[in-house]
């Protein structure tokens, strides 16, 4: 940045000095009709008279210094003729230019130019039907697209000898004669000068004043290298700005602050109630509304649960229901089952739940919103960037309130005792709550539920989603998009079936204490989709989440890569593979479920040979190989279509009986241990395979493999010779 700052500041002085000797003794220049607007793209090209265009300025007067020659370019031929050579300074704006041009003080031609050829010829050019005499040319007045097309490296090669160039051009009369054709591809203009940093478009550019006027400062960022840059230091400015106070909002107090008196002034009233959108997102230059939304969020977490009036924001998300019904419900919860236990019942934005506990469960809470995605840090918002809740409940009746509202759960505390196994709940038996002033809400689940009884909870329900549950999976999504299923029970039963195969592959038990969850959302708060409890999906997903024929033969590989990071076990996944051991559950899952052997995925053999191929001319080095997870997940695939799914299952079953004193405790551990248990369980040395792909290894794992042959398979080592 500083560099490329440096480099404008310097060429802003030495166009300083250009523009006042083009410009001496005018004040004004003018035209005959309406100019167009010249785009001047880099540090080599400069605005000279700007035009009101567009609410903005752009050149309808530049120049360019190209090869060791000079370029002046004006928006409309008619700059040029006779009339308006007697308009304002125009006459002595075109002396200074072809002074300025004319460094060999050469002859001045005017090619074919009918426009121009009586104003010019008064400044003393000369008129020529050809360009064969350019060798005894020092400037050369020409409207590019009157050229030969083939004389354009003639006059580009005439200019970056030396010569000048005075020429006009008009983006948009351009257009209009030539509606097939495209200024970017077509225009001569923009063809000749492109490379030196001159461009039209098919703008209008209106007077300044009399005529269009030249005296004072050149607004700033007409450049357009100039304003990338400084839209870069401005899109940095503003983020920081955005980051540091919005940080400073969310946790000024409440009192005797006069930092938050100013920002609420700032703020303005009006905009706590605004909202962003997945049509009208808000950025960073969207401060105030992001401000308001952070100072709302802020007040309501401080009184969280409490009442509060919706905010209009639950209409985009999560929505409100299509009428108003509301219910209370006696429902009985399995408390050894962790984590949230789905209600049928949706939340009204603004309006108090009423939820009644016995005593004796302190630990229960209660939580409205199935995302779990808190999106204030991000640089663009498709919603508020907080609307879920969680509080604790108390024995004896609640009252809880969400300004946005949502799904209702009741939560069950869980732990997990290490990572390879699964949330366990931390209490036991059963509990009878009740739950009122609540919406009723799709919630279909399979052997409680018929499928008649799906086409009538969709009818009769007003809640905006649907939750379908299984014992393995809950999908959460749009009632708008659930309206499409027409039997949750045969799709339950294919992802019920990737659950099972996920458990398999790592040798989970297929008894699951609690459901994983998926959720879509308008906005997520990392990646396309991601793991996790829930696992977050984009909208857009939601037909392939629902469509259990394309699951099954098509396949997914994003929901599959999701879910399989929720069985990924650490203790053989080393540093570099979070995104590599993962997709060992995506690729089971396509072959067991979809008929897809790996190399029938995106793995494709030949494609990742030569992949291998670059890599190893590159060095072969393994930081390009953690950087690279389909790279690193190549060494696995191959490994798989050498020795088979099982070889994997019974290694990663033996790994499930590691006491926590035998199980590795560094990434070094975990490496030796691959080689050492996959070389024992295929007779194989698999430290060979690790040791050609530059996996590092122990010196004592390499000599404990060495007992093994070298694998037979030459496809494992197919491309890695250096």
């Excluded at 409309?76 to 002396?95: E, G, I, W």
């Excluded at 000898?161 to 030539?178: H, P, S, V, Y």
């Excluded at 040798?507 to 696992?535: K, N, V």
Aim: with cysteine.
């Amino acid at each position: 940045m500083k560099k490329a700052l440096g480099l404008l500041l310097v060429c802003s002085v030495c166009f300083s000095g250009v523009r006042e000797e083009l410009l001496d003794g005018v004040k004004s220049i003018d035209s005959g009709g309406v100019p167009g607007a010249i785009l001047c793209l880099d540090s080599s090209a400069h605005p000279l008279v700007v035009g009101n265009v567009s609410g903005a300025k752009q050149a309808v007067a530049a120049y360019a210094e190209y090869g060791r020659g000079r370029i002046v370019v004006l928006s409309h031929p008619s700059f040029c003729n006779a009339d308006s050579l007697k308009k304002v300074d125009t006459r002595r704006f075109m002396q200074n230019a072809l002074s300025w041009l004319n460094q060999s003080k050469g002859k001045v031609f005017v090619y074919k130019y009918n426009e121009a050829n009586d104003g010019m010829s008064e400044l003393g050019a000369s008129v020529v039907e050809d360009l064969s005499a350019l060798n005894t040319c020092g400037v050369l007045i020409a409207y590019p697209d009157s050229l030969p097309a083939g004389d354009l490296d003639v006059v580009r090669d005439f200019i970056k000898g030396g010569g000048g160039l005075l020429c006009t051009g008009i983006g948009w009369g351009w257009q209009q004669l030539n509606p097939s054709k495209t200024l970017r591809d077509d225009n001569q203009f923009n063809k000749l000068l492109g490379p030196a940093g001159l461009l039209v478009n098919n703008e209008y550019a209106h007077r300044t004043g009399n005529g269009y006027v030249t005296d004072g400062p050149l607004p700033k960022n007409v450049n357009v290298r100039e304003a990338l840059e400084f839209a870069k230091t401005f899109e940095a400015q503003l983020k920081q700005v955005n980051n540091t106070l919005i940080s400073a909002r969310s946790v000024l107090p409440t009192e005797g602050s006069a930092l938050k008196g100013d920002l609420e002034a700032f703020i303005g009233g009006s905009n706590r109630r605004r909202y962003p959108t997945v049509e009208r997102p808000w950025r960073s230059s969207d401060l105030r509304d992001r401000l308001g939304a952070v100072a709302f969020t802020s007040d309501w977490q401080a009184s969280l649960g409490k009442r509060c009036d919706a905010h209009p924001g639950a209409r985009s998300y999560p929505g409100l229901p299509e009428k108003d019904v509301m219910v209370t419900k006696e429902l009985e919860f399995d408390l050894s089952r962790p984590r949230w236990h789905s209600t049928g019942l949706f939340a009204v934005a603004g309006k108090p739940v009423e939820v009644t506990v016995p005593e004796g469960y302190p630990a229960l809470r209660l939580r409205i919103g199935t995302t779990t995605c808190d999106n204030t840090r991000h640089d663009s918002w498709s919603r508020m960037p907080k609307v879920d809740m969680e509080v604790p409940l108390q024995a004896g009746k609640n009252e809880i309130t969400s300004p946005f509202g949502g799904l209702i759960y009741l939560v069950v505390p869980s732990n997990r005792p290490r990572l390879k196994e699964y949330p366990a709940s931390s209490l036991s038996g059963r509990i009878k709550v009740t739950i009122g002033n609540a919406c009723p809400s799709t919630w279909y689940k399979i052997g409680r539920d018929t499928l008649p009884s799906w086409s009538a909870q969709l009818a009769e329900c007003p809640s905006p989603w649907v939750e379908i549950e299984s014992d393995k999976i809950i999908l959460t999504v749009k009632k708008s998009d659930a309206k499409l299923l027409e039997n949750p029970d045969e799709l339950m039963a294919v992802w019920d079936k990737v659950a099972d195969l996920n458990a398999t592959l790592t040798c989970l038990p297929l008894t699951r204490p609690s459901q994983e969850r998926f959720c879509m959302d308008d906005q997520l708060c990392a990646g396309w989709m991601h793991a996790g409890y829930p696992i977050m999906l984009p909208m857009v997903t939601a037909k392939d989440l629902l469509g259990a024929k394309k699951l099954t033969t098509e396949g997914d590989w994003g929901f599959y890569h999701e879910i399989g990071h929720n069985h990924q076990n650490h203790d053989w996944t080393f540093d570099g593979t979070g995104e590599v051991t993962v997709n060992f559950f995506t690729l089971y899952v396509l072959e067991k479920l979809c008929g897809q052997k790996p190399r029938d995925t995106r793995m494709d053999e030949a494609k990742f040979l030569e992949t291998v191929k670059r890599w190893v001319k590159n060095g072969k080095k393994y930081d390009d190989w953690k950087r690279d997870p389909f790279l690193a997940l190549e060494m696995f695939v191959r490994l798989q279509v050498a020795y088979g799914w099982e070889t994997f299952e019974t290694m990663f079953a033996e790994y499930r009986e590691l006491t926590d004193d035998k199980r590795p405790k560094n990434d070094q551990d975990k490496r030796d241990m691959w080689v050492l248990n996959f070389s024992r369980l295929t007779g194989d040395n698999i430290a060979s395979v690790f040791d050609a792909w530059n996996v590092p290894i122990s010196d004592s794992a390499r000599q404990a493999c060495a007992k093994y042959g070298k694998p037979k398979d030459d496809k494992l080592f197919a491309g890695l010779e250096n």
